[in-house]
């Protein structure tokens, strides 16, 4: 399995600190993506054999609790979402309490339609997706959490 990054202290990415992963990979390819350095299957790192426990040390660092986001590349696409899966259900299962938002190129109806066991048991542990393909002709810097108007930021937990 590949990765594209980590960041222990993103502010950008999700809400209040956040811990960031970025899935390697992408079927999508949007026109004007912010990371298609992210897209090619076989780029970016080897994902270490520690990554649950470095994410979540990383989450509680200096005594500061910081939220959980997994961007992309495409986390939700086969080819990455047993690794998101297993992320995921590690940092719920440490902390119960956090937001999890997750980015996904797909819409959540996409998402819902697979009717995959694998999908279905990451978007039970987020809290946040933030759904649908970026669209340059849509673009827009001053969303909240979003690149493009047509992507949508869905509640999962009735919680956001």
């Known amino acids: 399995m590949r990765y594209a990054g ?12 956040c811990v960031s992963f970025w899935t390697q990979g992408c079927p999508h390819h ?11 299957f076989e ?13 979540i040390k990383a989450i509680s660092a200096n005594g500061i609790q910081r ?9 939700l696409c086969k080819q990455n979402e047993n690794l998101v899966n297993e ?7 440490a902390y119960p309490n956090i937001k999890i938002f997750i980015w996904s190129g797909y819409t959540y109806q ?14 039970e542990k987020c809290d946040v997706l933030i759904d649908g393909r970026f669209e340059l002709e849509n673009r827009d810097i001053t969303l909240k959490l979003r690149g493009s108007s ?11």
């Open 87 to 93: 992320i995921v259900t590690a940092v719920r299962t």
């Open 110 to 123: 996409d998402l819902l339609s697979m009717n995959s066991p694998v999908i279905n048991s990451i978007l």
């Open 43 to 55: 780029g970016g790192y080897e994902v270490p054999i520690d990554i649950k426990s470095r994410i």
């Open 67 to 75: 939220n959980f986001s997994i961007l992309g590349g495409e986390p």
């Open 150 to 160: 047509n992507q949508n930021i869905i509640d999962l937990e009735g919680k956001f």
């Open 30 to 40: 949007c026109l004007g993506c912010h990371n298609p350095e992210a897209w090619d």
């Open 6 to 17: 980590f960041m222990p202290n993103d502010f950008i990415n999700g809400i209040g600190v």
